[in-house]
């Protein structure tokens, strides 16, 4: 079976603070895991995705294969930084959501 | 191309009524997925559908919900009789086989009185 934790419900940090929202999975194969954001009341929409190691609006997020993790990280937090994060596997056909984190951002 | 088209936007009905909630892909998109969204579970997976074919329903939380694809082009989620514990934003959301990303619709909020 997979899985996808997301431990916190909610994430608030000033602005210019470093931000980390915790995505841990299991799967017993090679894992697809991506990151998607929600604005408010907007569709979700793919934030990024591990095979492409790349930094979409000043976020990274690593997997971590020895520790079932892809945590996504941005330095220094914006306002309107401030969403939904969804983590979410891909392992079999089809995906698996976490819960999702709220991220707020204060000015 | 549009994205992923859902209708309606809002719906409000009473309990024990009949709901039919209405989803087109992004064409050339053969995958359809239809999920629930609540403050409590977060995003859950009703159904995936794949050419058409429904591959998994496990995620349909109970025989009053129904999915169905009669085309490549549109889907249907139906609830009857609804009940006010449906009330939700149902999402609606498409992909190419194999290909990882999902294009989501902008989801129907649902209250169920």
């Known amino acids: 079976a997979q899985r996808v934790t997301q431990p916190e419900k909610l994430l608030s940090v000033f602005k210019g603070a470093p931000v980390e929202l915790k995505c841990n999975y299991s799967?017993?194969?090679?894992?697809?895991l991506f990151w998607y954001v929600q604005y408010s009341r907007q569709r979700l929409q793919l934030l990024l995705r591990?095979?492409s190691r790349e930094s979409i609006k000043g976020f990274t997020a690593d997997l971590n294969k020895g520790e079932t993790s892809f945590h996504l990280k941005k330095p220094f937090a914006q306002e309107e930084d401030s969403a939904m994060y969804y983590c979410a596997l891909k392992g079999s056909y089809i995906p698996t959501f976490g819960r999702g984190t709220s991220l707020i951002v204060h000015p | 191309d549009a994205g992923v088209i859902q209708s309606p936007r809002h719906e409000v009905t009473e309990m024990g009524q009949e709901v039919t909630l209405r989803c087109k892909p992004i064409?050339?998109?053969?995958?359809l997925f239809w999920y629930r969204q609540t403050m409590m579970r977060g995003l859950e997976l009703l159904i995936y559908?794949?050419?058409?074919?429904?591959?998994?329903d496990s995620g349909m939380p109970e025989d009053r919900f129904s999915a169905k694809m009669p085309n490549a082009s549109f889907s249907t989620l139906k609830i009857q009789p609804s009940e006010p514990r449906d009330s939700a934003v149902y999402f609606c959301?498409?992909?190419?086989?194999?290909?990882?990303?999902?294009?989501f619709g902008p989801g129907t909020r649902l209250t169920v009185l």
């Open positions: 591990h095979i």
């Open positions: 959301a498409s992909s190419f086989p194999g290909y990882n990303e999902q294009f």
């Open positions: 799967y017993s194969g090679s894992p697809e």
């Open positions: 559908f794949n050419n058409n074919v429904p591959i998994d």
């Open positions: 064409s050339g998109h053969n995958s």
